[in-house]
């Protein structure tokens, strides 16, 4: 199984950015897909997810500039990130917890 990341880079503060994860090795569309970051010098953290039946789910900070969407026919799942900041600021992984992969994470860079 596995999970590549594309999508990110630099952007200015209040721009955005859509990741992309594509999935392989697993049946794509029974499994939880999870969006986590880490920010410079500091530990992994949740971002978002979303269940198999499509259901989201947000960490605060982002909730309202984040959207976690999926499409089970092209196995991807996507983070559009819009009004980004500062603080997003990090490597973005994505996961799946019920079979403990996760891709080589995607940069992302926010600066004037």
């Known amino acids: 199984a596995q999970l590549v990341e594309s999508g990110g880079g630099l952007v200015q503060p209040g721009g955005s950015l859509t990741l992309s994860c594509s999935g392989s090795?697993?049946?794509?569309?029974?499994?939880?897909m999870y969006w986590y970051r880490q920010p410079p010098g500091k530990g992994r953290e949740f971002v978002a997810c979303?269940?198999?039946?499509?259901?989201?789910r947000y960490r605060d900070s982002v909730e309202g500039r984040f959207t976690i969407s999926r499409d089970n026919g092209k196995e991807t799942v996507y983070l559009q990130m819009d009004s980004l900041k500062p603080d997003d600021t990090a490597v973005y992984y994505c996961?799946?917890?019920?079979?403990?992969?996760w891709g080589n994470g995607t940069l992302v860079t926010v600066s004037a």
């Open positions: 996961h799946v917890f019920a079979l403990n992969i």
């Open positions: 090795g697993f049946t794509f569309s029974t499994y939880d």
């Open positions: 979303i269940y198999s039946f499509g259901s989201p």
